[in-house]
């Protein structure tokens, strides 16, 4: 977890509130895609190119452009800068949790409660604008998760044998 050095506090948002293995496939892929903003160009363009390979270039796209639309909105108009915990981390942070919340509740019927989500996280005026990114990433993410689905119902499972 990252601290500020001249404090010694906790970065604000950084916390741990749970741990990854704790969460549906799609809030850890929101999560993991979140944390790939922090990475950089080369991140996002590996997301696409898995986007684009399972789902097509139009849908890929969307999705990409969604998930950049998101963070670029809330780093620069939320209320405070968002962090996000190392690629590999097994924690999830209070940042990217409400993400991943704000994410997975928009495409659901809970529209009103991904709203105060983007309300917290920014103010009223943005907030619809993020429930609607949010609402495209989710469609995304969760499309992916059929096809990978799909693909891993179709595959032989390995035999393993528990004990002798």
């Known amino acids: 977890m990252k601290t500020n050095s001249e404090t010694k506090t906790q970065i604000k948002g950084g916390s741990p509130?749970?741990?990854m293995s704790d969460l549906s496939w799609e809030e850890h892929l929101v999560i993991y895609y979140f944390r790939c903003c922090f990475e950089g160009s080369e991140a996002l363009l590996?997301?696409?190119e898995e986007f684009r390979f399972y789902l097509g270039t139009e849908k890929a796209n969307k999705t990409i452009g969604a998930l950049?639309?998101?963070y670029n909105?809330?780093?620069n108009n939320g209320r405070r800068r968002l962090?996000?915990?190392d690629l590999n981390c097994?924690?999830?942070g209070a940042d990217e949790n409400c993400f991943a919340q704000l994410v997975t509740?928009?495409?659901n019927n809970d529209k009103r409660d991904a709203i105060l989500i983007g309300i917290l996280l920014s103010n009223a005026d943005i907030a619809p604008e993020l429930v609607y990114a949010a609402e495209d990433l989710a469609v995304g993410v969760r499309s992916l998760l059929k096809v990978i689905g799909d693909i891993t119902k179709n595959s032989k499972p390995e035999r393993q044998i528990l004990y002798n």
């Open 17 to 19: 509130v749970a741990i």
């Open 46 to 48: 590996e997301i696409h």
């Open 68 to 70: 950049q639309f998101l």
């Open 73 to 75: 909105k809330l780093q």
């Open 83 to 85: 962090v996000s915990h």
């Open 90 to 92: 097994k924690c999830v």
């Open 105 to 107: 509740r928009s495409s």
